[in-house]
């Protein structure tokens, strides 16, 4: 299965870990994320305002690399586009879905790239949690090589993968998608309260002391109720959860560190990929004593 | 650039002609009668006002043919400094266009004005010092992240750059498809003018093509050959040679040189 | 608390029907429940609630522009998923937003974030922090 990928900016660098793991992992389950061609920045976040039509152009762009990589033959009759960072799935996912619910709107954008062909309305924005939800969880687990037995995890959702309704990838209020990937993988998910209370998002630029105290409610919830890890799918929660646990321990010396995760660095390790794939080196926190304690990296791991 | 601040004898006898030049072409604006040996003129609008000029011109001599006399927004007229950036629009097209003055021919309905400069500071930095990642340029420019992907740059750029991808390229801390896609860029600054994100293009690329240049980039292999040979004192003897030479000689030796074909 | 006489002004009109133009949502439909403010996560940071921003814009009270409830929005959809009324808080504080940075005001100046933070922070947090703080 070749499908078109989209990074986003932070994938290529600051979470590029994000992106090895999960291109090995899809990879190991027969899935070929083709990257699209000169891809542009989505913008992050998808523009509020009715009478806001420029913002939506990087999203636009996008879309049309996917009818050009099918045109040129890169996919075969793909129309979807999958995503890994939760901001760049909801901005391309919603600016599409603006652009099908209002023509003139994409007539508008249309006319302004005058230099694209047009954007036609065929593509669909998925995030590679719902890839894997297709593959069926039950054959992930069958390919499991390295189970991720005895430890426990909390899945992060924050906002973006879920909310608004008609952009999230699973039920608002009770998501279980990382759930049940994680149970395939072997582990056992904990389920906090705060897993899809915002980690603060862009306010980390504005305002880092309060995302620090989202951080700490989340990453405390987490831990009162068992879990050694927290996993997520967005490079600004990872940042937000993980990074600013430095500012968390500056305002609660007694804070306890814990590993922040994107939830395809566990799966590469389940799959037998390797800790070399997982570029664990990108981890604030660093996630390797626990792991090695659980007996998920191992020495014979470095060849 | 032209610098008036001690004009030679050569510039002086130039700015007679101009002068002349230019008062023959306003007696044809205000009395349009055509000189015999032009066959083809063109109005022209430079600054929303109407002058007849020969119409082989580019837009750099019109202007100086209407009376204009450049003393900054001119360099190199080989379109090669970028200082005589102009926007135009052709008559009836409602497409705001961009080029070199001194390699843009003048049309018929042309409306133009120079923007010979854009207004942008320099950061000052020692690139020994800096790395070659993302972070640096969102250090130095932070405002990369107010891109829209609008394109209007690469639609300003008389380059012909795709500019920006590049910028798209900073964004993501691509510095092989920055520094290659930044090569031709002539600083200019009419990308920067029309951005709507007010991000400086030509200045991020131009730091772009530094860092990858200095530890980006592979170091080619002949460079650290010859230097090398150097080392090795190989050219110490071909040098002492030339040191010891008369200017006569070198002069003859400089003349009678290896030449690349044109 | 203070009573006071509500007047309402040309004004006040004008700003409730612009933020409406903006946003797309009808915020008069909201029946100050409460339920957004009880959803934030940025509540304890804001000087007004997100059900008393809606208010404020329900009657185009100018001071709403002064508060910093708007700017302290993540755009977490929290509030969204869960209004009875079915209104998108998060398109109202846009408009809000979008009101003040058209005017070329900026929330946030680019040039004083410390370059340690420049340095730590990844693209999408800047890029979707000067979406949303400057103009």
């Known amino acids: ?86 901001m760049c799935f909801n901005t391309l996912k ?22 694209e062909d047009d954007y036609l309305g065929k593509v669909e924005v998925v995030h590679f949690l719902e890839i894997l939800r297709e593959i069926g969880f039950q054959r992930i687990g069958e390919l499991v090589e390295r189970p991720l037995a005895d430890l426990r995890i909390a899945p992060y959702y924050g906002c973006m993968l879920l909310r608004p309704a008609e952009a999230g990838i699973d039920d ?31 306010q980390t630029v504005r305002d880092p002391s309060a995302v620090a105290g989202l951080a700490y409610d989340i990453l405390e919830h ?20 993980d990074s600013r646990q430095r500012e968390v321990r500056e305002e609660h010396p007694s804070f306890q560190e814990i590993p922040v995760l994107y939830f395809t660095q566990l799966m590469a390790l389940a799959l037998g990929l390797g800790a070399d794939r997982c570029g664990f080196h990108r981890n604030y926190v660093n996630p390797e004593p626990l792991l090695r304690h659980k007996g998920l990296i191992r020495e014979e791991d470095h060849g | 650039m032209d610098n008036d601040s001690t004009p030679s004898e050569g510039k002086r006898l130039d700015l007679e002609e101009i002068m002349s030049r230019i008062s023959e072409a306003s007696r ?72 070199l003055a001194c390699q843009t021919r003048v049309e018929d309905g042309m409306y133009l004005v120079q923007i010979p ?59 092989e498809a920055l520094a290659e896609g930044s090569f031709d860029c002539i600083q200019c600054g009419l990308c920067a003018i029309r951005c709507p994100a007010e991000i400086v293009q030509y200045n991020v690329g131009q730091l772009g093509r530094r860092l990858y240049g200095r530890y980006g980039s592979p170091e080619p292999e002949h460079l650290a050959r010859r230097l090398e040979e150097i080392e090795a004192g190989e050219f110490d003897e071909g040098l002492d040679r030339l040191v010891a030479m008369d200017r006569e000689e070198l002069e003859r030796l400089y003349a009678e040189r290896e030449r690349e074909k044109e | 608390m ?40 940025m509540v304890a940071e804001m000087d007004i609630t997100p059900s008393q921003m809606m208010r404020m814009v329900q009657l185009g009270l100018p001071e709403v522009m002064e508060t910093r409830a708007m700017w302290l929005c993540a ?53 979707s922090a000067m979406r949303k703080f400057t103009g």
């Open chain 1, 1 to 86: 299965m070749r499908i078109p990928y989209y990074p986003g900016c932070t994938l290529k660098t600051k979470a590029d870990s994000f992106e090895t793991s999960a291109l090995a992992a899809a990879a190991r389950l027969g899935v070929d994320l083709v990257e699209l061609p000169r891809w542009n920045c989505c913008g992050a976040v998808y523009s509020l305002a009715d009478d806001d039509l420029i913002h939506h152009v990087a999203a636009v762009r996008n879309l049309v690399r996917v009818q050009e990589m099918n045109e040129s033959g890169l996919v075969e009759d793909e129309l979807r586009l999958v995503t890994l960072c939760s």
């Open chain 2, 117 to 175: 400069f854009s207004p942008a500071a320099k950061p000052p930095y020692d690139i020994s010092e800096l790395d070659c990642d993302e972070s640096t340029l969102f250090e130095f420019y932070p405002e990369l992240a107010r891109c829209v992907s609008c394109n209007t740059c690469t639609k300003a750029c008389p380059q012909d750059i795709e500019v920006m991808d590049y910028v798209q390229a900073a964004i993501k801390g691509d510095f």
């Open chain 2, 28 to 99: 044809q604006v205000v009395s349009g009668v055509e000189t015999e040996k032009v066959k083809n003129w063109v109005t022209i609008h430079i600054m929303g006002r109407a002058y007849r000029v020969p119409a082989d011109l580019t837009i750099l001599t019109a202007m100086e043919y209407a009376g204009y006399r450049f003393v900054r927004g001119v360099g190199c007229r080989q379109g090669f400094c970028g200082a005589c950036s102009t926007l135009y629009r052709r008559e009836g097209d409602y497409r705001l266009q961009a080029g």
């Open chain 1, 94 to 115: 919603r600016s599409n879905l603006r652009m099908l619910e209002n023509p003139e709107d994409l007539e508008k954008i249309n006319a302004l790239m005058d230099r």
């Open chain 3, 75 to 127: 755009s977490c959809y929290a509030c969204t998923v869960r209004c009875p009324r079915g209104l998108d808080l998060s398109r109202v504080a846009e408009a809000l937003r979008q009101i003040t940075l058209r005017q070329a005001i900026d929330y946030i100046r680019i040039e004083e974030i410390p370059p340690e933070e420049l340095e730590r922070l990844p693209q999408v947090a800047l890029i």
């Open chain 1, 222 to 241: 987490a831990r009162s109720a068992g879990a050694e890890a927290v996993v997520t799918s967005c490079p600004l929660c990872a940042f937000n959860l």
């Open chain 1, 172 to 202: 608002p209020e009770e998501p279980s998608v990382q759930e049940e990937l994680l149970s395939a993988l072997g582990a056992e998910p904990v389920d906090t309260p705060y897993k899809k209370v915002c980690c603060g998002s862009y």
């Open chain 3, 2 to 41: 203070e009573i006071r006489r509500l007047i309402v002004t040309d004004e006040a009109v004008e700003l409730t029907a612009r933020v409406s133009e903006l946003s797309g949502e009808s915020v008069t439909r909201c029946d100050q429940c409460g339920t957004c403010s009880a959803s934030c996560p």
